[in-house]
């Protein structure tokens, strides 16, 4: 299906159908722009608004792909379902962006947490009581090893994040 075929076919059922750009667009949720510019073959609608345009233009989305009107109506299962998976990867890709986007933020937080913690030494725990003068703080030195393990981790939450948010954007690799 080529974007200019599909235009023609858009634009020739809604002349049909007496309905103007600015209604269509009305009725799916989108831009009158948007609608010119399928019709122009200069873009193609989203994936979302392949089922309401079909309906909206009164017709199967087996003609609509095809771009043809069928003499004999046929099942929009097999299409329905390609879309449905459509949206179902889409859901899975957006989850997974977001789950390396909350690593990265992780990640950043602890590198750094672990260069306050190279660069103080030191580490406070603060214990409040039921006024101040029964509040208990404690403080100590610390070594290497905390800050240094604590950068190691976010470091690592911060690469891995960073390989999820690329992964998800480019699947073939």
């Given amino acids: 299906m080529e974007a200019k075929e599909l235009g023609a076919f858009i634009a020739e059922i809604r002349k049909e159908k007496q309905i103007t750009q600015a209604e269509l667009a009305k009725r799916l949720h989108v831009t009158d722009k948007a609608v010119s510019r399928w019709e122009r073959g200069v ?3 989203d994936i979302n608004t392949l089922e309401p345009l079909a309906d909206a233009l009164g017709v199967t989305l087996t003609e609509l792909m095809k771009c043809s ?3 004999e109506k046929s099942s929009d299962e097999g299409i329905i379902a390609s879309i449905e998976i ?3 990867q889409r859901k899975k890709v957006i989850r997974k962006i977001i789950g390396g986007g909350a690593l990265c ?3 950043v937080w ?3 947490y672990a260069l306050k913690l190279f660069m103080t030494h030191t580490w406070t725990f603060m214990v409040s009581g039921s ?3 029964t509040a208990v703080f404690v403080a100590g030195r610390i070594g290497n090893l905390p800050p ?3 950068g190691i981790i976010g470091a690592a939450a911060l690469v891995v994040g960073i390989a999820v948010i ?3 954007n480019n699947p073939d690799q």
């Fill in 43 to 45: 873009g193609y609608p």
């Fill in 69 to 71: 009107r069928d003499k």
């Fill in 86 to 88: 459509a949206k179902s």
């Fill in 105 to 107: 933020v992780f990640g």
């Fill in 110 to 112: 602890a590198l750094l």
């Fill in 131 to 133: 006024d101040g003068p």
């Fill in 148 to 150: 240094t393990v604590t």
């Fill in 166 to 168: 690329v992964r998800a």
